[in-house]
Nanobody, 123 residues
């Protein structure tokens, strides 16, 4: 089993910055991708940023403002959010996909979501 725990959300004024963190724990063999999604009230969950195989990608709405990074040794992904706007207000979720287990006991694929962290951008 894999658990993802996000942290770093909060209330920030427009133009401000926040840094989100997501720590993956459990019997992890490897992680292929660690992504950030967000869901605003009354809207569908949307992909914000992707970190996979050393490459990154961003939604058009956050390009140039958000930066995703990973510390593979710590199974942690970060989302640095700068120049925040009120429309960035949402619950931010971490998603990871990879392999759990050991070579001795066997390996299997996993996909897991964190519980979410609230980001509110307001004056």
């Amino acid at each position: 089993q894999v658990q993802l725990v996000e942290s770093g959300g909060g209330l920030v004024q427009p133009g401000g910055s926040l840094r989100l963190s997501c720590l993956a724990s459990g019997n992890i063999f490897s992680i292929n991708t660690m992504d950030w999604y967000r869901q605003a009230p009354g809207k569908q969950r949307e992909l914000v940023a992707v970190s996979s195989g050393g490459s990154t990608g961003y939604a058009d709405s956050v390009k140039g403002r958000f930066t995703i990074s990973r510390d593979n040794a710590k199974n942690t992904v970060y989302l640095q959010m700068n120049s925040l706007k009120p429309e960035d207000t949402a619950v931010y979720y971490c998603y990871a996909r990879g392999t759990i287990g050991t070579l001795t006991d066997g390996l299997s694929d996993f996909g897991a979501w964190g519980q979410g962290t609230q980001v509110t951008v307001s004056s």
